[in-house]
């Protein structure tokens, strides 16, 4: 028997025990994952003031257009008194007692009649060659209350006046509602952790994590380096079954526009390959109603990516690249791995295709090209401290630290 025949198996064992080589492919990786990858906007949410006003404005509008549309109808009345009219400029004879309220229409009838006479005139005088003797001004009409007449209501003020007056102060009231109090928002976002298998797109048992929280950045922040709210999660979620195996899932209210980035640090878990623990720090993050002030800052995790290439509205094939910062210093030469979850079950003709993986440079940069759309995770190792292990020995312990972003295809689908 040839002598690398006995020695391979014995070095491919070496080669799975050395600390701190991944097993590209087939090693578990923790999911957080959310149920949407944005929240937007619907409807902009007005205070209650806000919402009252517009509602007053409104409905005034409705009924000022209302009575734009009045007048064109006449009243009868106004209709008579214009047929009356008519018939005196028609030379129709009135009763006594339609002469007081046919007064305005005489006098306008004089006014109309004046300059014709005073034109036939000036022909005659010019045809005489004498000035021509000068007409005496008609006699004002007599008052309507000489005439026993009631004299009309005096006109009230524009309605128009009072209803922008008050349309005012409503939008100033909230205004100043607006301000004193920040906005609230009623959305929810449920959150999946789990460990999986990702290119075998195989579900993994995972114990309940050892962190969960959500840091919330604002951009009209006092410090707006620095995460605006920090919530702990772990009292919220509880245990499901995803793809069969033991998860973890919870339901996240948000009350706050923002970008939301969430953080899990899992439990020790005991690697049988490696003969070794493994522990995972994962990221993900959320906008909400388009706020994404926040996405290449670090919320001050010990082992942390940091994008460089903001990781929202991505469309395969995309460029992304990221910072890998331990105690929140940037770390060269890092081993990174890259992976999309295989949700189709693609097949790869070696190991290498499963996975992109590279080294950070000096400043701990790495960058890709995710090809394909779909959930992609950005993973970096280290070593640890050792751990106590089952046989009562030190075992090395590999950290990583996981960022997920999602990839969108140019159909949307």
Same mark, same amino acid.
């Given at each position: 028997?040839?002598?690398? !025949? ?6 491919? &064992? ?5 600390? %701190? ?6 090693? !578990? &990786? ?46 009868? %009345? @106004? ?13 129709? !004879? ?51 209350? /000489? ?22 102060? /409503?939008?100033? @009231? ?28 195989? %579900?993994?048992?995972? *114990? ?9 950045? *604002? ?30 899932? &919870? ?14 640090? &899992?439990?020790?878990w005991w690697e049988q390959a490696r003969q070794g623990y493994e522990q995972q720090i994962v990221k993900t993050m959320l906008p909400v109603y388009g706020e994404d002030w926040g996405w290449h800052l670090p919320v001050g995790l010990s082992f942390e990516i940091v994008p460089l290439v903001c990781p929202?509205?991505?469309? #395969?094939? #995309? ?7 331990? *105690? ?23 190991? $290498? ?14 960058? #890709?090209?995710? @090809? ?10 280290? #070593? %640890? ?18 960022? $997920? ?9």
């Amino acid at each position: 028997m040839p002598k690398f !025949q006995f020695y391979a198996p014995l070095l491919f &064992t070496l080669f799975l025990i050395l600390p %701190g080589t991944p097993l590209t492919g087939h090693a !578990q &990786t923790t999911l957080l994952i959310p149920s949407q990858t944005s929240i937007e906007e619907k409807q902009v949410s007005v205070p209650a003031a806000g919402r009252n006003a517009k509602a007053q404005t409104a409905e005034k509008k409705d009924s000022q257009s209302q009575q734009k549309k009045a007048p064109e109808a006449a009243p009868a %009345g @106004n209709g008579n008194q214009a047929a009356k009219a008519g018939s005196v400029r028609d030379g129709a !004879q009135q009763k006594p007692s339609e002469a007081g309220q046919d007064a305005k229409g005489e006098t306008a009838e004089k006014k109309d009649g004046q300059p014709q006479q005073k034109t036939s005139s000036e022909k005659a005088a010019a045809g005489n060659g004498t000035r021509p003797a000068p007409e005496s001004a008609p006699e004002p009409a007599a008052p309507a209350a /000489a005439q026993g007449q009631t004299p009309p209501p005096a006109a009230p003020l524009p309605e128009k006046t009072a209803s922008t007056m008050s349309d005012t102060v /409503a939008a100033v @009231n909230a205004s100043i509602l607006a301000c004193a109090s920040p906005e609230v928002i009623n959305q929810e976002v449920d959150m999946l952790i789990a460990g999986m298998d990702l290119f075998r797109h195989e %579900g993994l048992d995972m *114990d309940m994590p050892r962190i969960f929280t959500v840091y919330r950045f *604002d951009h009209e922040a006092r410090l707006r380096e620095k995460p605006v709210a920090r919530d702990d999660l772990l009292g919220d979620i509880e245990e499901i079954s995803y793809l069969g195996k033991k998860a973890w899932g &919870t339901n996240v209210g948000l009350s706050r526009r923002g970008l939301y980035q969430f953080s899990i640090e &899992t439990r020790p878990w005991w690697e049988q390959a490696r003969q070794g623990y493994e522990q995972q720090i994962v990221k993900t993050m959320l906008p909400v109603y388009g706020e994404d002030w926040g996405w290449h800052l670090p919320v001050g995790l010990s082992f942390e990516i940091v994008p460089l290439v903001c990781p929202f509205g991505l469309t #395969a094939p #995309a460029y992304f690249s990221a910072t890998v910062l331990v *105690d929140g210093k940037p770390e060269k030469d890092l081993h990174v791995e890259i992976q999309r979850i295989n949700t189709d079950n693609a097949k790869a003709l070696t190991r $290498w295709q499963e996975s992109i993986t590279e080294r950070t440079n000096t400043a701990g940069e790495f960058g #890709a090209v995710l @090809n394909r759309p779909g959930w992609w995770s950005c993973r970096a190792y280290r #070593a %640890g401290a050792p751990l106590k292990g089952p046989n009562g020995k030190p075992a090395p312990l590999r950290t990583s630290t996981v960022f $997920w972003l999602y990839v969108d295809s140019l159909n949307g689908e």
